[in-house]
């Protein structure tokens, strides 16, 4: 594999096209998929999942950009 093949990784403009057109759907799916499976409310989901994405910012800072792109909300216009 190359660097290349990690490009998505790394390169927060690889997903915009992804992200512009279905910006809040990851957040909201995965809020949805938490609160379904783990039995909590929706607030609760939804800082879990503020939590992780702030510690993988906090312990992998190269890839902040990636995580801001993907775990975008509606409520983020």
Sequence with gaps: MGITS??????????????KKHKSC???ELIE????EAG???EQ???AVETI????????PM???????????GDDN
Excluded: C, Q, S
């Design 6 to 19: 990690h490009r998505f990784l790394f390169d927060e403009n690889y997903l915009a096209p992804y992200n």
């Design 53 to 60: 994405a702030g510690f993988v910012k906090e312990k992998f």
């Design 33 to 36: 998929r938490l609160t379904k």
């Design 26 to 28: 990851i957040m909201n």
């Design 63 to 73: 890839l902040g950009g990636a995580v801001d792109n993907i775990f975008k909300t």
């Design 45 to 47: 989901a939804k800082k």
């Design 40 to 42: 909590i409310t929706p």
